[in-house]
């Protein structure tokens, strides 16, 4: 069983950053190869992918927050990341890190609120 475990989650203030981080627990497993990403989901919305990094491809984002938001990997590390600046209380959701295939994180808060 392949485990991610999120963290970097928090509440802040409209125009603040956060850095979600998620690292993927599988020593046995090279996870250079796998696309693996962010998704979100507020109260009462639908998930919504985020983010998305593959191991050849550029990443991608939902339009809400490109220009914001940053995917990058450390392949060294097992880990993801999800740099997030200008946060906007519509940013506020759960959430949660995948790789691509295999497994979910639990998810971690974000609240955006004055």
């Known amino acids: 069983q392949v485990q991610l475990v999120e963290s970097g989650g928090g509440v802040v203030q409209p125009w603040d950053s956060l850095k979600l981080s998620c690292v993927v627990v599988?020593?046995?497993?090279?996870?250079?190869?796998?696309?693996m990403g962010w998704y979100r989901q507020a109260p009462g919305k639908q998930r919504e992918l985020v983010a998305h990094i593959s191991a050849t491809k550029s990443p991608d984002y939902v339009d809400s927050v490109r220009c914001r938001f940053t995917i990058s990997r450390d392949n060294t590390k097992n880990t993801v990341y999800l740099q997030m600046n200008a946060l906007k209380p519509e940013d506020t959701a759960l959430y949660y890190c995948y790789v691509t295939g295999l497994s979910w994180g639990q998810g971690t808060q974000v609240t955006v609120a004055s």
């Open positions: 599988d020593s046995a497993r090279d996870f250079g190869n796998y696309a």
